[in-house]
């Protein structure tokens, strides 16, 4: 009997089947029932729920935040209330949107999420690069920030306005002049209102043409115009190719476009090789990036970096870098270099300092320390002026006049090549012996640079000998170099240069494709030695084994 009422109250495999079924669907209805109240406390706050399907057309218009986030982050858990309160405060101001990234992580990889939580801007469907992941997260932080950008746009309409303006930015002011009630000026006007949320220039608008009065300009709307440091120096902005033509077009290069669709500056004039500039962000922001490098500028060695990738930036000028003494001859190179400045704009920025900041670079570009002195950095290739040559005003003119018709080759600084390079199988390059090396193309060749003066200096030099010995006596791999080159008093080719000192990188075997390795990259490799072998073995392992 006992076993005959087990049996009447214990469930059939398929009753217990049927009853989680039951229960799985109770839960994903009490699930369910919980985000949709969420979403609808959301809706009612002004914030929007988003699907990646439903993103863009939520963010088509106006000024649209999205905010990224994870059920699981307690940092998102204490955000949510700041956002609310920011959605109220930006009511009719802003878009407000919020999207579960975690559940489709595969469709937003455009945004490049890293942390929760994180904000994006979106102004007139355009995703802006500067997101505000640096604002405290708080609702003050969200709603100043915008109200800085809506603010940051004013109004002129005489030269007077003009550099009243100036002391609300950095820089250049950068007048839209256009009528923003007029259809035909809607590109023009969205750009402006893109660009008060990404550029710290001092911003306005002008319907009429009186702001130009005593430039010397003329130019018929929609047209964005750029005043730098006086109201004399003024370049314009409009859609379609420029030429040698247009006079104030001082900072306007060819156009071509590179391998990505994006603009890049161009030596070759020919119609057909020309893209035309239009009112998109893409290529105003460009363009902007070229106004703002100087004809000729003081340059130090703390601000040299930063000239050297503003160079990069404005599609890969060139930056030549001056050093004069303080007395006449040092005033007439200065006067010599502003006049051939203005005349090559489009192929290089010129700069000038004193003997004090020729010492931190003269070993790297082979100069002797005297002034005066002058190289050129050309997408990190050096082309240095002849020690032996009198650095005179006229030999300047040529000596610029010759790089700019490519008849100059790159200098080559070298420490003597040592008597037996390899060591501990590691290979010691110089600047004599470095292009000898990468060219080969039966092998493959790991790369380390370092400075003798840096304080990892050692530190590479014992990782990359370990290198040398894993692939040598615990995992052998053919045909693979594992090279060291000091850069304190040697020079490679620009395309060989990392953004950081120390740095690594392969030369591809067969190929000599160039892999430059980064840190954060594939699971945030570092300097290790793991780290290291995983790099080579990646560029590699399945050409050496």
Not at 31 to 58: M, V
Not at 73 to 78: A, E, V
Not at 326 to 337: F, K, T
Request: glycine share 8%.
């Amino acid at each position: 009997a006992t076993v005959s009422v087990l049996n009447c109250i214990s469930p059939s495999p398929a009753h217990g089947a049927q009853r989680r079924e039951m229960m799985m669907r109770a839960w994903w209805l009490v699930a369910a029932a919980a985000a949709a109240a969420a979403q609808s406390a959301g809706a009612e706050e002004g914030i929007i729920e988003a699907r990646p399907e439903t993103l863009d057309g939520l963010t088509k218009e106006g000024l649209v935040l999205v905010y990224f986030y994870a059920t699981w982050s307690g940092h998102c858990k204490r955000f949510d209330k700041e956002y609310r309160q920011a959605a109220k405060d930006l009511r009719n101001r802003a878009r407000l949107v919020r999207i579960n990234a975690p559940r489709y992580e595969q469709h937003l990889g455009r945004f490049r999420i890293k942390k929760f939580p994180s904000l994006r801007v979106f102004v007139d469907g355009e995703l802006l690069n500067e997101g505000m992941d640096d604002l405290k997260p708080t609702a003050s932080s969200i709603v100043d920030w915008v109200s800085h950008a809506e603010l940051s746009v004013h109004e002129v309409s005489t030269p007077a306005d003009v550099q009243q303006v100036k002391k609300y930015g950095q820089g250049m002011v950068v007048v839209g002049y256009m009528n923003p009630e007029d259809p035909a000026h809607a590109a023009a006007a969205k750009v402006m209102r893109q660009l008060s949320f990404t550029t710290k220039n001092a911003l306005a608008t002008a319907k009429t043409p009186a702001f130009l009065k005593g430039s010397g300009v003329t130019v018929e709307p929609p047209a964005i115009v750029v005043f730098r440091e006086a109201v004399d120096e003024v370049a314009t902005y409009k859609p379609g190719v420029t030429g040698d033509d247009d006079a104030a077009a001082f900072a306007l290069p060819y156009l071509s476009r590179d391998a990505q669709g994006r603009p890049v500056a161009s030596d070759d004039p020919h119609p057909e090789t020309q893209v035309a500039y239009d009112f998109t962000l893409t290529d105003v922001r460009r363009w902007l990036q070229l106004a703002a490098m100087p004809v000729v500028g003081e340059i130090t060695e703390q601000s040299y970096p930063y000239f050297v990738s503003q160079c990069k930036k404005a599609g890969g000028l060139a930056l030549g870098w001056l050093f004069t003494g303080r007395d006449e001859a040092g005033a007439a190179l200065r006067a010599a270099a502003l006049k051939v400045g203005k005349a090559l704009r489009r192929k290089i920025v010129l700069g000038y300092s004193g003997k004090r900041a020729l010492q931190h670079y003269k070993a790297e570009v082979g100069m002797s320390g005297d002034v005066p002195a002058f190289f050129i950095n050309a997408k990190g290739d050096y082309y240095t002026f002849p020690k032996d040559t009198a650095l005179t005003p006229h030999a300047l003119e040529r000596f610029l006049g010759d790089f700019v018709d490519g008849k100059l080759a790159p200098t080559v600084v070298s420490e003597p090549a040592p008597a037996d390079p390899v060591r501990d199988g590691v290979t010691t390059l110089v600047g004599t012996t470095f292009l000898e090396a990468v060219g080969n193309k039966a092998v493959g060749v790991f790369l380390a640079f370092t400075r003798k003066s840096h304080a990892g200096h050692a530190r590479v030099l014992e990782e990359t000998a370990q290198l040398a010995k894993h692939f040598t006596d615990v995992n052998p791999l053919r045909d693979l170099v594992v090279a060291v080159i000091d850069l304190e008093n040697n020079s490679i080719p620009g395309r060989y240069r990392g953004e950081a000192i120390p740095g690594f990188g392969f030369v591809v075997k067969g190929t000599g494709e160039y892999r430059i390795w980064t840190p954060g990259a594939d699971k945030d490799l570092g300097p290790r030695p793991v780290d290291l072998q995983e790099f080579v073995l990646r560029h590699h392992g399945m050409n050496g084994k």
